[in-house]
């Protein structure tokens, strides 16, 4: 009793700071796109988070552009290959969906797989597509996966130079701020 009334308001004080911090970076983020990788944790983002669904998210799932979202193109991926092929946006499962700006806005990419019904496979050491960028290079600023897929962006075309890590979610790439010109997904 006596240590949680001493520590709680401490721990208050702490997490006060850092949420003030984020908001800071973000502020800034905006007028500095090259600042410091922010993830963003906050409440708000975790209620639209959809990989809580057992149900695959399908490219029909997302026709509905929510508010922000300018333009929607798509990239169908193959596992195992690379670059965008020629398939209709049919009812593919959803990869990843690749945002203009921080935050999911402005155009976005909707990546899919029409050959899969259930899901990239867990764990990140396998190949399940991935593409250039091409008009969208050096543009992408915050990116969703689906379907338990990852995807990592790099600096250069065909999966060349600076990478990422692989990233599930990210309201704004930070380092990576309009930097990617390819992606691979696993
Ligand atoms: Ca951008
Ligand atoms: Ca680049």
Known sequence: MTKDARVTPALRTRLTAVASGALLLLALG?????????????????????????APVMVSDLE?????????????????????????????LVVAEL???????GWRVVVFNAAYSVGCSSGTGDNEGGANLFEFANAVSSVKTHNQCDVKFFDGNNKSGTATGFIDRDNNLGSFNDRANSFAIS
């Open 64 to 92: 509905a552009a929510p508010a922000g979202v300018t333009a929607t193109y798509y990239c169908a991926v193959r596992d195992g290959t690379f670059g965008c092929k020629p398939d209709e946006p049919g009812d593919g």
């Open 30 to 54: 905006a007028a500095a796109p090259a600042m410091a990788r922010t993830i963003d944790h906050s409440p708000a983002d975790l209620q639209v988070e959809e990989v809580t669904s057992s």
């Open 99 to 105: 945002f203009q700006h921080a935050d999911f806005g």
